[in-house]
């Protein structure tokens, strides 16, 4: 510019949705979802069966168009009130759960599917990509002719073979038996992040999400419960519905006194402004504490063995029942009396009626 002033560019995201809705004749699947993501950053999007996950995922790739609201995908609006960008124009990445290979394609076939036929470059990328999720001796293979983790790399190969902005992953892990499925995934991740590619992550599975996502965004009807970092929204729930979702919470009613909230096992300071409604401490198992010492507030009325852990369920004398992860070196039988608390320095998030109160009163 002639007059010396800098212009700072707004830096290109890979993806933006504005207020995107979709109705599949009176089901409102979508329900005005906002979302960012950022060059490089991985997103998890979860939640239950039917919130709106696919439909998401089916309007940023081109497979179904928005009755409202805005995609962008690397800076460019690819559907809009009168912009439409067909699904093979938008250069997004898909892996699907089933993999969706071409059986009749060989594995560098499949992978070069994508990559226009006469580009100089064609042969080297494909080779590129398959060092990548290192596959090149399986080049000449066919799809029924690999694994199913195989498959899966090969599929990951050929969405990231021309370059895409971002990777869509649909249920990509699904499919793989339970050990395979986290090697998988880590790879995956690590390969996304290698290439610095940006990739959205639909799963059912919120361990995976939280393992997967430098953000999660916990979807419910359509909308976004919440769309924070893994850390955020296990620590911080923005809901009763998150606080349970992304992990088993314990629900604690708690009384107003004095400036303190009272607990029927732990009493913290009220912030201020909390507002008016009924109040909850949020823990999670492992943050109860159990001491069979004394005479104790609670019974044990049931255990569960979890591998490492044991998960104890106490009811309290108000007849509430709560959980507590416990190593096993401690050993409780069922019917043993317990003081219960909270484990030292654990600072637990509050609901006002059921949602959390806004950031400003802490
Ligand atoms: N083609 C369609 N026709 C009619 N309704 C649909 C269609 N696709 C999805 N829906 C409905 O839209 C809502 C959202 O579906 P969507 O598949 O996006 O959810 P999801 O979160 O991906 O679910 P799941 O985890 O079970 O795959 C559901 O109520 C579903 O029944």
């Known amino acids: 510019m002639s007059d010396g002033m800098h212009v700072i560019s707004a830096p290109t995201f ?129 799809p029924h002719e690999l694994s199913g983790g195989e498959q899966q790399r090969v599929a990951l190969a050929r969405a990231l073979a021309p370059r895409p902005p971002i990777v869509l992953l649909d249920e990509a892990f699904s499919s793989l038996d339970r050990g395979l499925r986290a090697q998988i995934r880590t790879d995956t991740v690590a390969i996304l992040r290698h290439t610095g590619t940006a990739a959205i992550l639909i799963t059912h599975d919120r361990d995976e999400a939280l393992a997967t996502g430098d953000r999660v965004v916990i979807l419910r009807g359509g909308r976004v419960e919440q769309d924070a970092s893994p850390d955020e929204a296990f620590h911080h729930p923005a809901t009763r519905f998150v606080a349970t979702f992304v992990g088993d919470a314990v629900f604690l009613p708690a009384e107003r006194d004095a400036g303190m909230l009272h607990s029927e096992i732990v009493e913290v300071v009220a912030p201020r402004g909390l507002g008016h409604g009924a109040v909850e401490i949020v823990a999670r198992p492992h943050e109860v504490t159990l001491d069979a010492g004394g005479p104790g507030k609670g019974e044990i009325t049931a255990l569960e063995f979890q591998g490492a852990f044991i998960l104890y369920t106490v009811t309290l004398k108000s007849g509430l029942t709560i959980r507590s992860l416990q190593p096993h070196e401690l050993r409780l039988e069922i019917g043993a009396r317990v003081s219960v608390g909270l484990a030292p320095g654990i600072t637990p998030s509050l609901l006002v009626d059921g949602v959390r109160p806004a950031p400003s009163v802490f």
């Not at 997103?43 to 940023?60: E, F, N, Q």
């Not at 699904?87 to 070069?112: I, M, S, Y």
């Open 14 to 142: 890979p993806l933006t949705l504005e207020s995107v809705v979709k109705d599949f004749g009176k089901t409102r699947a979508v329900d005005g979802i906002s979302l960012t993501v950022g060059p490089g950053e991985i997103v998890a999007m979860v939640g239950p069966s039917g919130c709106g996950k696919s439909t998401t995922l089916r309007m940023i790739a081109g497979l179904e168009r928005p009755d409202a609201g805005r995609v962008t995908l690397a800076g460019r609006c690819v559907a809009g009130p009168d912009v439409w960008v067909p699904a093979e124009r938008r250069g997004v990445g898909l892996v699907f759960q089933d993999h969706a290979l071409f059986p009749h394609l060989t594995v560098e076939n499949n992978v070069g599917f994508g990559l226009p036929r006469r580009s100089p470059d064609r042969t080297a990328r494909i080779r590129e990509v398959l060092d990548l999720v290192s596959l090149g001796p399986l080049a000449g293979r066919y």
